[in-house]
């Protein structure tokens, strides 16, 4: 069992993690992604115990933007063919070592990324190479709350998660 109390950074990717992997055009060529709203509960708790997150993505899409601004993600980004030596820099400028980075991800273009990270999760439906290195695989699919879920087993295995859900939505549970 990894020891996350040192997460400080959880880098997520968007197709296939956060959506179904589907992507729709309409009639004036816009991209449309449909993202599952369970998930804000994971940025927004994760937040809370003061992990930001980093959603970098290959794509550029309007929508990913929109979404994750409402989700007030700290770091949006997009266009990232090679998200290895894009992470890898990201990490030196910021003098952040592996233990202290969580990655989601769920297929080849997100792994070499994740072999830079001290723990990684994916969805249910992630490729078989993504889930041999995974310390958590979610029972959720892509798109359907696995970003929540392993963001949850992420504060869980913290002692955190009743204190995040208690701050983030002053309930108890």
Same mark, same amino acid.
């Given at each position: 069992?990894?020891? =996350?109390?040192?997460?400080? +950074?959880?880098? #997520?990717?968007?197709?296939?993690? &956060?959506?179904?992997?589907? #992507?729709?055009? !309409?009639?004036?060529?816009? @991209?449309?992604?449909?993202?599952?709203?369970?998930?804000?509960?994971?940025?927004?708790?994760?937040?809370?115990? $003061? #992990?930001?997150?980093?959603? =970098?993505?290959?794509?550029?899409?309007?929508?990913?933007?929109?979404r994750m601004q409402? &989700?007030?993600? !700290?770091?949006?980004?997009?266009?990232?063919?090679?998200?290895?030596? +894009?992470?890898?820099?990201?990490?030196? @400028?910021?003098?952040?070592?592996? @233990?202290?980075?969580?990655?989601?991800?769920d297929d080849l273009?997100? +792994?070499?990324?994740?072999?830079?990270?001290?723990?990684?999760?994916?969805?249910?439906?992630?490729?078989?190479?993504?889930?041999?290195?995974?310390?958590?695989?979610?029972?959720?699919? $892509?798109?359907?709350?696995?970003?929540?879920?392993?963001?949850?087993?992420?504060l869980k295995e913290?002692?955190?998660?009743?204190?995040?859900? @208690?701050?983030?939505?002053?309930?108890?549970?």
């Open positions: 069992m990894k020891d =996350l109390k040192h997460i400080q +950074y959880i880098v #997520i990717d968007v197709d296939g993690t &956060m959506t179904d992997a589907g #992507i729709y055009y !309409d009639e004036h060529g816009n @991209e449309l992604k449909k993202f599952c709203t369970k998930d804000a509960a994971g940025f927004f708790t994760a937040k809370r115990m $003061g #992990i930001k997150t980093m959603v =970098l993505t290959g794509r550029e899409c309007e929508a990913t933007r929109r409402e &989700m007030k993600v !700290d770091y949006i980004v997009q266009n990232i063919k090679d998200k290895k030596t +894009y992470l890898t820099g990201f990490m030196e @400028e910021n003098k952040i070592v592996r @233990e202290q980075i969580a990655y989601i991800g273009n997100d +792994y070499s990324s994740m072999m830079l990270c001290g723990f990684v999760g994916c969805p249910a439906d992630a490729c078989m190479e993504v889930k041999k290195i995974a310390d958590y695989v979610s029972e959720n699919k $892509g798109g359907t709350g696995a970003v929540r879920d392993v963001i949850a087993y992420i913290r002692g955190q998660w009743q204190q995040a859900i @208690e701050q983030t939505y002053e309930v108890g549970i």
